[in-house]
């Protein structure tokens, strides 16, 4: 149903994606899609039926995977929910005073609409809202 927000995909940030690939695709039997790169990461998409894990590593220090895995460690970095309509969902936010880091969708990988919601505005989970 496209009336209804889903997950779209968990983002996890990973040092080195050979090594983090390896449990999906040898232990789930999980083929990865093609690398893409967006936000100064390298992106492994891993599909489980209608939601996705992105495992994230970083092209440099200093990207935004870069910082997270220097300060947090490896880990969950992001959750990616599709909403039936995104300008909808970022306008409800506003009005609701919720925290936007992007306050306009910006294209993320594979071209999709996106927007993250401050991570102070949600329970420490950085969200991404996509549509
Ligand atoms: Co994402």
């Known amino acids: 149903m496209a009336d209804r927000p889903r997950i779209a995909h968990v983002g996890i940030a990973v040092p080195d994606l050979e090594a983090a690939v390896a449990f999906y695709r040898d232990v789930l ?3 990865p899609g093609p690398p893409e790169t ?3 990461a390298t992106i492994l998409s ?4 209608d939601s996705d894990v992105e495992l994230l590593a970083p092209l440099t220090t200093a990207s935004p995977i870069g910082k997270f895995l220097a300060k947090r460690g490896p880990g969950i970095h992001h959750i990616c929910y599709r ?3 995104l ?3 970022l306008e409800a936010c506003r009005v609701a005073g ?3 880091v992007d306050e306009i969708p910006r294209r993320g990988a594979a071209g999709r609409r996106i927007a993250f919601v401050h991570p102070k505005a949600t329970e420490g989970i950085l ?3 996509t549509d």
Do not use: C, S
């Open 46 to 49: 891993l599909h489980f039926g």
């Open 83 to 85: 909403v039936p309509n």
């Open 29 to 31: 039997g999980i083929v």
């Open 87 to 89: 300008d909808a969902a």
């Open 98 to 100: 919720y925290r936007l």
């Open 38 to 40: 967006a936000d100064g």
């Open 127 to 129: 969200i991404e809202l």
